[in-house]
């Protein structure tokens, strides 16, 4: 099982977050830094803390106002200039300083079904949802993060035929790996 650090500041808002969506009933998991953490080995240091969630459009602002009332830091400006961006967009407020956060709405099947076959991660005493290796991949690529695809495919469970066939299915063919 993949395993995610984060130094103590991080992994608060980690905690946090895991907190709120699991108390909106959202099915959701981590990307980003988070996903990194756990498939990569890295610790989360730096950056914002990205989720993705299956939610409609009503369920935004219940994301937002909740998180409002649980001692995050929303700014109704940026909710209102994120409104066409499927985005929700908050601060985790912390005495050693804010960490952003962004939760993506799932708004399309590709990312539902990514939310859908997420997998389990151990961090601290709790488990988390990251993307599978192959969708974190694809994910990278789209990102164009080529380094971090590379040092994906040297994980030994990692499905390159799975990883590829996503690839052609979205149009992006010519990141095939062979």
């Given amino acids: 099982m993949p395993h995610v650090r984060a130094t103590a500041r991080y992994a608060r808002a980690i905690e946090a977050v895991h907190e709120l969506l699991s108390k909106l009933r959202?099915?959701?998991l981590?990307?980003?830094n988070v996903a990194r953490s756990a498939w990569l080995g890295s610790e989360v240091t730096a950056g914002s803390i990205d989720a993705l969630a299956t939610m409609g459009p009503q369920q935004k602002n219940q994301v937002a106002m909740m998180a409002s009332n649980r001692g995050f830091?929303?700014?109704?400006?940026e909710i209102e200039a994120s409104e066409e961006l499927d985005l929700v967009p908050f601060h985790f407020a912390d005495a050693d300083g804010?960490?952003?956060v962004h939760v993506l709405i799932a708004s399309n099947a590709?990312?539902?079904r990514m939310v859908a076959s997420g997998v389990d991660a151990e961090f601290r005493d709790r488990t988390v949802r990251v993307p599978s290796a192959e969708d974190f991949a694809l994910l990278l690529t789209v990102a164009g993060d080529e380094e971090g695809v590379t040092s994906l495919l040297t994980i030994p469970a990692f499905d390159r035929d799975s990883y590829n066939s996503k690839l052609v299915s979205i149009g992006l063919g010519e990141h095939v790996i062979r």
Wanted: proline share 0%; net charge negative; no cysteine.
């Fill in 26 to 28: 959202l099915e959701f």
């Fill in 30 to 32: 981590f990307v980003g």
């Fill in 73 to 77: 830091r929303v700014d109704r400006d």
């Fill in 98 to 100: 804010d960490v952003r």
């Fill in 110 to 112: 590709l990312y539902g």
